[in-house]
């Protein structure tokens, strides 16, 4: 049995909303004696709600350990991500970040999940992971404020490090100033001569600070590249089937500009799978991409290429995609299938199924 709480003013269920009850009611008594006889048991829903209570009372502990008798009873998206939100309170960021996995591990698009890992992740030093994990919500919810400052501090805190990063390898590169000039000691200079070259100094240091800028310049567009490289050279050597849309998207965007690491990608997934990967999250974009990487081994592995363009049919609102592909991406698909997929090469088979898919992509002849 849980301990009796003194009755007080208690916020309105939900997600840690913030409206009041009655002074009369105590919700988490009420909550308790629903599963107070020995002859009943608590269940996951209950748990989840006596949890948000004790949040909203500020007792993170008690409600980390209703969700998660939750979660041991029946887990849920919510219910993880709640506990999530609890552990951040308490500033247990590594929990929090576990925690907002498992939950999209359950539900992909849970919007929640991915602001309350960002934020983990921020807190974490995971910057770049916190700015995807951001910008995956905003594609799901574009007009959300919140996201959209969150998104905004992640980045602004990452191009801070890289720039810090800059200024760190210019002090290496620059050292200390000797007092020596080609083994000689520097002699001192009477007043009339410093102020006769104090002119050419100051010119001579505006092209240094003006040289600086261009430099400082190149160099975060050299770091940033050196950057991307390592990280395509990582995901090359760890390429492992995503099990779901957000892994998908990060690995593909991890590998952009190189379709031969995405195909090796895409012909690491199964393609039956693709509909339980993607479910409801799969973007126009990603899908015009992945049409464009088939392209790419169409004519080696011409039934492992098929295959994917049928499986992709099967997911998940794939009518409502091909309604909002744009003019542009609809010629591009025309043109793929006229110069690519219709060839002297595709044998009548492959041919057939071709001309099915056509119009299942709405493509005009």
């Not at 091909?322 to 043109?335: E, G, P, R, V, W």
Request: glycine share 4%; proline share 4%.
């Amino acid at each position: 049995m849980r301990p009796q709480e003194p009755n007080k003013e208690i916020p309105k269920s939900g997600d840690f909303g913030t409206s009041s009850y009655s002074r009369n009611y105590d919700p988490i008594n009420t909550i308790s004696s629903s599963f107070g006889s020995e002859d009943s048991l608590p269940d996951a829903a209950s748990e989840k709600d006596l949890g948000n209570e004790y949040f909203k009372q500020k007792k993170f502990k008690e409600a980390i350990d209703c969700y998660s008798r939750s979660i041991a009873l029946s887990p849920t998206a919510v219910a993880f991500a709640n506990r999530a939100m609890s552990y951040i309170k308490i500033k247990r960021f590594q929990e929090a970040e576990n925690d907002c996995t498992e939950a999209l591990n359950l539900d992909d698009r849970y919007i929640k999940a991915y602001s309350r890992r960002a934020t983990a992740r921020k807190e974490l030093g995971k910057l770049k992971e916190s700015i995807e994990d951001a910008e995956f919500a905003l594609r799901l919810e574009p007009h959300n404020q919140e996201i959209k400052k969150q998104y905004a501090a992640a980045k602004s805190l990452y191009e801070k490090r890289i720039l810090q990063k800059i200024s760190e390898q210019e002090k290496q590169k620059v050292g200390k100033l000797d007092t020596k000039v080609n083994g000689h000691s520097i002699q001192p200079v009477s007043s009339s001569t410093q102020r006769t070259g104090m002119t050419a100094v100051e010119d001579h240091c505006k092209k240094i600070n003006t040289s600086g800028k261009q430099a400082s310049k190149v160099s975060v567009q050299e770091l940033a590249s050196r950057a991307a490289l390592r990280a395509k050279v990582l995901a090359a050597e760890n390429i492992t089937p995503p099990t779901s849309a957000y892994q998908f998207e990060a690995s593909w965007r991890g590998l952009s500009g190189d379709r031969a690491l995405q195909a090796k990608l895409l012909k690491a997934i199964s393609p039956s799978a693709l509909p339980q990967i993607f479910k409801n999250a799969l973007t126009v974009h990603i899908l015009v991409d992945i049409i464009k990487c088939v392209t790419t081994f169409f004519i080696d592995e011409m039934d492992l290429a098929v295959n994917i363009l049928e499986n992709l049919t099967k997911v998940p609102r794939f009518d409502t995609l091909i309604m909002f592909l744009s003019s542009n991406d609809k010629a591009d698909l025309a043109k793929i299938w006229d110069e690519v997929f219709y060839n002297e090469a595709t044998p009548i088979e492959f041919a057939e199924k071709l001309d099915n898919l056509r119009t299942k992509y709405c493509l005009k002849r």
